[in-house]
C-alpha cells in the first residue's frame, strides 16, 4: 500500500481533524468524546488519539460505558482515516468491539491503524490501553466508506 501524503500533510490533517471536533459550536458525540491526537506513524498509516474518562461517560459502577467506548473507537478510527486518505468526509460501514477489561482509569491511548486503504473502502483496526498502567482494555476493527 503506498502512502501519496507527507509526514507533514499527515500530522496537518490529523491535527486539523482534532481542532474541528474541538472547536465544532455544537455538541455532539465527538466534541463529548474530545479526541487529541498524540502522535502518528506515517510508514504503519497509524495514530494514537487520547481520551480522558468524562464523568457522563460512566456507568453506574464508574467504568466507562461500553456505548462510549465504542464511539471512541470509531472517532479514532475515523481520525485515522481522514488523516491518511484524500476524503474529506466518511461514513462508518461497520464496527466490531471485543472487550477485555473494564475502562476504569483516568484516561486512555487508543491506537488506530489502516490496514486497507481503497478507494472506496477503508479497512481499520484499533487498540485500547489505560494510559497509566499501558494495559489492552479492547480491541475493535472497522470499515469506513468514503463520500462524495
Known sequence: MQISKT?????????????EI??????NMNTLLAPEPVGFDRE???????????????NERGEVHGGAIAAMFDTSM????????????ISTADLSVSFIRPFTGGSFIFAAEIV???????????????EASGKTLASASANFVHLK
Open 7 to 19: 509526514r507533514e500533510e499527515i500530522e496537518k490533517r490529523l491535527n486539523a481533524v482534532g481542532d
Open 22 to 27: 474541538k472547536n465544532n459550536r455544537k455538541e
Open 44 to 58: 504503519k498509516m497509524s495514530a494514537e488519539i487520547r481520551f480522558v474518562k468524562s464523568q457522563w461517560e460512566t
Open 78 to 89: 475515523g481520525m485515522t482515516v481522514l488523516a491518511y486518505s484524500d476524503s474529506e468526509h
Open 116 to 130: 486497507h486503504l481503497g478507494r472506496t473502502l477503508v479497512r481499520a483496526r484499533a487498540v485500547a490501553r489505560d
